[in-house]
């Protein structure tokens, strides 16, 4: 076998729990498609890990995760996972060939509900310049979370959303206070070439980004039932979807890994 645990994802769940697989001298190996981080680099603020009073960006969070991930040479393959089939053991297909595993960790996250539109962003992340106007389509944490960090890089941002807000009342005060920030509400009629036709209005903007919504990418692990198999983080949490409930998720893999290995204990993580 390639080693004894093989997780997919390198966010706050796969890192934790590669980082207490290491401290049980159990091997693992995280494939990540992307950087080390995962989704959270997205975020504007971290605020709830309870370890920075004053909250903590997205990017410096990812950065503390590359630090944890150097300091216990944790192996990392920079590849997409395109399978898992589960069988006597675990194997694991990339472009680069196939990985062989004893238990899994999924900490593969989510992925955007889509708009059926061409032109539309889903990550704040995939904008790397200043702009003049940006529009949010969403309602929810994510949408006002992409708004605060929107606003430092664009003269005006739009938040169309087509329900009363969803977001947590801290963040809506927040984005409240962010001059540059407009809220409207509406829905979506049509978008084309940058310009969104609403039923408050049109509108043309540099960079539209759709936020309504995740579901859980798990399509690519067979039988996620399978006892050798653990899910982790924000792929199992519905709408708990929460940095500190990832790692601690990542945490509790490990350590029922490690009671297997140790005591023939049965699993515990559903």
């Not at 990550?123 to 992409?146: K, P």
Request: proline fraction near 3%; charge should be neutral.
């Amino acid at each position: 076998m390639d080693a004894k645990v093989g997780i997919i994802g390198a966010g706050p769940a796969g890192v934790a729990a590669a980082v207490q697989l290491k401290r049980f001298d159990i091997s693992s190996t995280i494939f990540e498609k992307d950087r080390i981080g995962g989704l959270i680099r997205n975020a504007h603020r971290v605020d709830n890990t309870m370890l920075f009073p004053n909250g903590i960006s997205g990017k410096n969070f990812a950065a503390l995760l590359e630090e944890y991930v150097k300091k216990y040479r944790i192996s990392v393959v920079h590849r997409e996972v395109q399978s898992a089939r589960v069988r006597d053991s675990i194997i694991l297909t990339t472009d680069i060939g196939e990985f062989e595993f004893e238990y899994l960790v999924v900490a593969t996250g989510t992925r955007p509900n889509r708009l059926p539109y061409p032109g539309v962003h889903y990550h704040i992340t995939e904008l790397d310049s200043q702009y003049d106007s940006i529009m949010i389509i969403g309602g929810g944490d994510i949408a006002l979370d992409y708004a605060l960090s929107a606003a430092q890089i664009a003269s005006e941002v739009i938040v169309l959303h087509r329900s009363e807000l969803k977001a947590l009342p801290a963040l809506q005060e927040e984005v409240g206070n962010e001059r540059k920030i407009r809220l409207l509400r509406g829905a979506v009629l049509d978008i084309a070439e940058n310009v969104v036709r609403t039923t408050c209005g049109a509108f043309k903007v540099d960079k539209i980004i759709g936020a309504i919504g995740r579901v859980p990418n798990v399509e690519i692990v067979e039988r996620i039932t399978h006892p050798n198999v653990f899910l982790a983080g924000d792929v199992k949490n519905g709408i708990y979807r929460q940095s500190s409930l990832a790692i601690a998720d990542g945490i509790r893999a490990a350590m029922d890994i490690w009671r297997r290995e140790r005591y023939g204990a049965p699993a515990g993580n559903r």
